[in-house]
C-alpha cells in the first residue's frame, strides 16, 4: 500500500469505520506479532490486538495523518496505540508472562535431542529477552518487524540516536546475559 | 560505542546478509526464536472482536490526536 492509498482510505475511514477494513486487514499482523512478542501469551494478544484497534478506530476521526518520505505516520501512531495497550496489561498482569512461542519448534525433520537443545537455547534467548528493559525489548522487536529507526523513535518518544544505541547496549546485554547462563551451566 | 557500531549493528536486524560477528548471530537467532506468526482466526475477520467480551479490555486511556 503505498503512502498516497494510505492517506485516502484513513480519510474515508474517518468518516464511515466500516472504511477501515482495508487498513485492518494490512497491520493486524504487525500488530498482533508486537502484542504477542511482549505479552508472550495468545489470548493476551489476542485481546491486546483487539483493544489496539477498538482504539484505533475510535481515535481515527481526531488523527492527522501526515506524509514522511515514502509512507504516512499512520503506523507508528498505530503501534504507539498497540504499545500503550501492551504496557497497561504488563502493569495489570505483571506475572502474566507465559511463554507461547511452541510453533517455532514444531520441525518434523527435528529428533528428540535436537527439540531438547533447541529448546534449552530457545529459553535462554527468551529468558535473556524478558530481562531487557521495557525499552530495549520494544526497539529490538519494533526493528525486527521492519519499522525505521525514524518510527520507533517516535513510538517510544526518543530520538533516533537514542533508539540506536538503546539498541546497541541491548544486544550487548543480551550477549552479557547469555555468557553468563553458558558459564553457570 | 562509535556511532558506525551502533548504526551497523541495527541496521543489520533486519538485512538478509550472513552474520560477521557475533552480535549480529544473537540478534539473528533471537529473530528466529520470536518468530512471527500468523494471527488466530477470530483476529483475520473485520471488524476484530471487542476485548472486553472476553474480560480482558485494557484500561488504557486513548491517546491524544495528533
Known sequence: ?185 | MTDTESSSLFEYALSDRSPVNEDEEILMELHSTLGMSRPPATLLRFPPPNASQTGNGSSMPLLPPR
Open chain 1, 1 to 185: 500500500m503505498n503512502a498516497n492509498d494510505e492517506l485516502r482510505l484513513i480519510a474515508r475511514a474517518q468518516k464511515k469505520p466500516a472504511a477501515f477494513e482495508p487498513l485492518y486487514h494490512h497491520y493486524v499482523h504487525l500488530v498482533w506479532n508486537y502484542c504477542l512478542g511482549r505479552l508472550r501469551d495468545r489470548t493476551l494478544a489476542e485481546d491486546a490486538t483487539s483493544t489496539t484497534f477498538m482504539k484505533a478506530m475510535d481515535a481515527l476521526p481526531r488523527y492527522r495523518p501526515q506524509l514522511r518520505g515514502d509512507q504516512t505516520t499512520f503506523r507508528s501512531w498505530l503501534m504507539m496505540i498497540a504499545r500503550n495497550v501492551v504496557l497497561d496489561e504488563l502493569r495489570r498482569r505483571p506475572m502474566a508472562v507465559v511463554d507461547d512461542h511452541s510453533h517455532i519448534l514444531a520441525s518434523p525433520l527435528a529428533g528428540p535431542e535436537q527439540i531438547a537443545l533447541a529448546r534449552d537455547r530457545r529459553e535462554q534467548l527468551l529468558t535473556a529477552f524478558s530481562q531487557l528493559s521495557d525499552q530495549q525489548q520494544d526497539v529490538i522487536r519494533l526493528r525486527q518487524q521492519g519499522l525505521s529507526g525514524e518510527e520507533i523513535g517516535e513510538i517510544l518518544g526518543i530520538s533516533t540516536g537514542a533508539v540506536k544505541s538503546t539498541h546497541y547496549r541491548a544486544v550487548q546485554r543480551l550477549r552479557e546475559l547469555l555468557q553468563e547462563k553458558g558459564e553457570q551451566s
